[in-house]
């Protein structure tokens, strides 16, 4: 099967700073992938050059099947990639209508607030979500449901790839919850999803696959049954450190206790 996205070589410099080097991801359709690396990985470069902030150096990025260039952030939004980033950009003093079409209204000349309405509500059931009313502020939903809009807009086009900058970060427990189940509903839609995370729970409990980048360099690919030691070790290049050594005390003591029965 051909992958929605396909990335070979790519690489991205600043000056005399090497942020990715040969880059290599696919990512299918209805596929969760997620991305995990430690801070200065890379992560954040790589969505950027996949939304249109910033292009590459070096590399090819093929998209259905065709090579691309993703000049901008409108360019992306038309080959079908859409992004919500970790600030979610949503004004806080308008409506959850009023968000999902800021700035793609349905009439140039007059306001379709009913048709609008309608949409939102479509967009709002095909999540599953829990939100009461599209006509409340954005300032009085919870974190989970700001996030729930904002995966509701990155919908409005009807794009094939959607990444996914940290969704979970500073949210509670049911709130995360909220959230991967809404992640579980896009894959069930068929969209390729990217999921950025430093949560290696989330990221197990809904990736089909991990991409591990260390030093803007691919560092291996796991799935959800990887330990936390064996992510921890591709992380951070170190096969010494706090989670393998709790690993190794848990069992010498079952050991321990298995030779005194």
């Not at 596929?31 to 910033?54: C, F, P, R």
């Not at 038309?78 to 308008?94: P, S």
Request: include cysteine.
């Amino acid at each position: 099967m051909t992958p929605v996205l396909s990335l070979r070589g790519v690489s991205k410099r600043f000056g005399a700073v090497s942020a990715l080097t040969d880059i290599e991801l696919d990512v299918h359709a209805g596929e969760v992938v997620a991305l995990v690396g430690d801070n200065g990985a890379g992560k954040s470069t790589l969505v950027k050059i996949l939304s249109g902030v910033h292009q590459p150096t070096a590399g090819t990025i093929r998209f259905a099947g065709q090579d691309v260039t993703v000049a901008d952030p409108a360019a992306a939004l038309a080959l079908g990639i859409a992004t919500v980033f970790q600030d979610l950009a949503l004004c806080e003093n308008l409506d959850v209508v009023g968000n999902v079409f800021l700035g793609r209204e349905l009439s140039p000349f007059a306001l379709d607030e009913v048709g609008m309405e309608l949409r939102t509500w479509t967009l709002l059931r095909q999540l599953s979500a829990r939100i009461p009313s599209v006509r409340v502020p954005i300032a009085s939903l919870s974190g989970g449901q700001r996030q729930t809009v904002a995966i509701a807009r990155s919908l409005l086009l009807e794009p094939r790839l959607i990444l996914l900058d940290e969704p979970t970060a500073a949210l509670g427990v049911a709130q995360t919850a909220e959230v991967l189940d809404l992640i579980e509903r896009l894959r069930e839609r068929g969209l390729a999803v990217i999921v950025i995370s430093h949560n290696m729970e989330d990221v197990r409990a809904v990736a089909d696959r991990i991409v591990v980048l260390r030093l803007g360099r691919n560092n291996g690919v796991f799935y959800p049954d990887a330990t936390n030691a064996e992510l921890v070790t591709a992380i951070t290049g170190a096969s010494e450190n706090a989670v393998s050594r709790r690993r190794a005390r848990h069992m010498d003591a079952a050991g321990t206790e298995g030779a005194g029965a």
